[in-house]
C-alpha cells in the first residue's frame, strides 16, 4: 500500500488540525511566513557582499 503526494498532504493536513486546532493554524501560518520573509531578507542582504569580495578576488588574479 503506497501513498501519494496527495494523500501525504490530507493525512498531514488532519494530523496539524488534530493537534493544534483550527483557531492556531493561522497564528502558526502567520509565523512560518514572518520567518520565511526574514530568511529572505537576510538572505538578499548578505548576497551582494559575497558578490562584492568576488569580485574583487577575481580583479586581484
Not at 502567520?30 to 580583479?59: A, C, L, W
Request: glycine share 8%; hydrophobic share 40%; no cysteine.
Amino acid at each position: 500500500m503506497a501513498f501519494g503526494a496527495t494523500e501525504i498532504v490530507i493525512i498531514l493536513a488532519v494530523i496539524v488540525v488534530f493537534f493544534f486546532g483550527a483557531k492556531k493554524i493561522p497564528e502558526l501560518a502567520r509565523g512560518i511566513g514572518q520567518g520565511f520573509k526574514e530568511f529572505k531578507k537576510v538572505s538578499e542582504d548578505s548576497e551582494p557582499e559575497d558578490n562584492k569580495q568576488e569580485t574583487h578576488t577575481n580583479h586581484s588574479n
